[in-house]
C-alpha cells in the first residue's frame, strides 16, 4: 500500500476507488487504512511533489556549527523560515543543516544573513546543487 | 522579488495541496470547494502542471524513519574535478543511492559529491560506502547521519512575508 501510494497517485475525482481496484480491496478499507498510516505517521502528507527549479524556485543547502547547548534554539529560529523545507541535525562538526528554496539569489542571501544575525552564528558553509544527477524518492519495503 | 513560474490559477491550486490532500473519498473535490473552483478545473490544472514537468510527481510522502528505514546517511566524496560528472553518473547506477548532487568545496569543506544513502542499519550504510568507495577507487569520503529531524515540509511556494508567524 505504501509504494503505491508513492508515485503515481490518481488525479481523478475518486483517487482511493481507482487503488481499492487496482489492489482488489474496498474503497472504504482503502481510506480508513490511508486515515490509520497518516494518523500513525508513516505517510506525512500526500500532495504534489513540485520541482523547484522548472517552477522558478533557486535552492541551497546550508551547514552551521552550532554550541551543542544551543542546538534546539537555533534550529527552532531556522524553521520559522517558510523558505526552509529541511532542518537536520548531523553528527559532524557542521552539526545544523538546512535546506532553502525562495525565488532569488538575493533573497537566499538575506536569509542566511538573518539567520546568521539573530543567533550570533558565523561557521556557515552555503552549498548549492551545482549539478543534480539523481533525485529519487520511492522506497521498497520489505515485509516485516 | 523575482516572479515564479506559475500562473494566478496554478499558484492557487498548487498552495492549496502542498499540505497534502484530506483522506477522503472525494479529496480534490474538498481542495477545489475550498478555493472556489470547479473539480475538474484542479484536476485539469494538476496533469497540466505534471505535462510541464513543473509537478514531479504526485504521491504520498513516507516517513522513512517510523517505516524502518532509520538510518540515513549523507556520504560526501571528495573527487577528482575533472571526473565528477562520470561518478556523479555512475552513483545514479546505484539503487541505495536515493539523491546525487555535485556542490561547490568550500575553505574548511572539501568534499564535492553528496549522496543520501538510507538504511535500516548503521552497518548496512557502512558497507554501501564502502562498496562504494571500493568500486569507484573514492578513498576520501565521510559518513554523516542525522540524528534528530527539526524539520521537513516539502518545497513550499513563497508567500508575501518571510516568515511563518
Not at chain 1, 522548472?54 to 524553521?79: D, F, H, Q, S
Not at chain 2, 549523507?74 to 552513483?91: F, S, T
Request: with cysteine; glycine share 4%.
Amino acid at each position: 500500500m505504501l509504494e503505491r501510494l508513492q508515485s503515481d497517485f490518481p488525479v481523478i475525482e475518486k483517487p482511493f476507488h481507482k487503488i481499492a481496484s487496482d489492489l482488489d480491496i474496498e474503497p472504504q478499507e482503502v481510506v480508513s487504512r490511508v486515515k490509520h498510516l497518516k494518523n500513525q505517521g508513516y505517510i506525512r502528507r500526500i500532495a504534489p511533489i513540485i520541482d523547484s527549479r522548472e517552477i522558478g524556485l533557486t535552492g541551497t543547502l546550508v551547514a552551521m556549527k552550532v554550541p551543542e547547548n544551543r542546538i534546539e534554539e537555533v534550529a527552532e529560529t531556522v524553521n520559522q523560515y517558510i523558505e526552509v523545507s529541511h532542518n537536520y541535525q548531523r553528527n559532524h562538526e557542521y552539526n545544523l543543516w538546512y535546506t532553502l528554496s525562495t525565488t532569488s539569489r538575493q533573497k537566499i542571501d538575506q536569509i542566511i544573513d538573518e539567520i546568521s544575525r539573530e543567533t550570533g552564528i558565523d561557521e556557515i558553509i552555503e552549498l548549492p546543487s551545482l549539478q543534480m544527477y539523481k533525485i529519487g524518492v520511492s522506497f521498497s519495503f520489505t515485509d516485516k | 522579488m523575482t516572479e515564479l513560474n506559475l500562473n494566478k490559477k496554478e499558484k492557487k491550486v498548487l498552495t492549496a495541496l502542498q499540505d497534502g490532500i484530506p483522506i477522503t473519498e472525494n479529496p480534490y473535490q474538498q481542495i477545489a470547494e475550498s478555493i472556489g473552483m470547479e473539480t475538474n478545473e484542479l484536476l485539469n490544472i494538476v496533469k497540466d502542471l505534471t505535462k510541464q514537468g513543473k509537478v514531479r510527481r504526485f504521491g504520498a510522502s513516507i516517513n522513512h524513519y517510523k517505516a524502518g528505514k532509520k538510518y540515513n546517511a549523507m556520504i560526501v566524496w571528495d573527487v577528482p574535478n575533472y571526473d565528477v560528472d562520470r561518478i556523479g553518473r555512475k552513483m545514479t547506477e546505484y539503487e541505495e543511492v536515493s539523491h546525487c548532487y555535485e556542490r561547490p568545496r568550500r575553505k574548511d569543506w572539501n568534499y564535492n559529491l553528496f549522496t543520501m544513502v538510507h538504511g535500516e542499519s548503521e552497518g548496512e550504510t557502512q558497507e554501501i560506502a564502502k562498496k562504494i568507495s571500493k568500486d569507484l577507487n573514492l578513498h576520501e569520503y565521510e559518513l554523516i547521519y542525522s540524528t534528530r529531524e527539526f524539520k521537513k515540509t516539502g518545497v513550499k511556494l513563497p508567500k508575501q512575508k518571510t516568515k511563518q508567524k
